[in-house]
């Protein structure tokens, strides 16, 4: 198990961008994936980033070359810049870790199913 915690959620007019930081700590594994799903209340999980350690970085078809995922392991923190919102980008996103291959295969809408993930934060996009 590892602990998520995420920040930089907000309220962002349409055209602008956010950077959400997840800092990882807690480890009993080493992820072999972390990434970034989005999920409203009653609604389907959606992937949206993931960074794999062998096979790098995948995206939702909606969000590439808008958004980037990385990370930074000094700190122990993976980020997710968020350029050119667009209301459809409102969501709760979530900060995920994953230990081992089945757990980080990308399944295109779901993405990874990960093992751990932290309590969301908020993202509204609105004029």
């Known amino acids: 198990q590892v602990q998520l915690q995420e920040s930089g959620g907000g309220l962002v007019q349409p055209g602008g961008s956010l950077r959400l930081s997840c800092v990882v700590s807690?480890?009993?594994?080493?992820?072999?994936?972390m990434g970034w799903f989005r999920q409203a209340p009653g609604k389907e999980r959606e992937g949206v980033a993931s960074?794999?350690?062998?096979?790098?970085?995948n995206y939702a078809d909606s969000v590439k070359g808008r958004f980037t995922v990385s990370q930074d392991n000094a700190k122990n923190t993976l980020y997710l810049q968020m350029n050119s919102l667009k209301p459809e980008d409102t969501d709760m996103y979530y900060c995920?870790?994953?230990?081992?291959?089945?757990?980080?295969?990308?399944?295109?809408?779901?993405?990874?199913?990960?093992?751990?993930w932290g309590q969301g934060t908020q993202v509204t996009v609105s004029s």
């Open positions: 807690g480890y009993t594994y080493t992820p072999r994936c």
């Open positions: 960074i794999d350690g062998d096979y790098g970085t």
């Open positions: 995920a870790a994953g230990r081992s291959y089945p757990d980080c295969l990308w399944v295109v809408g779901r993405g990874p199913q990960y093992n751990d």
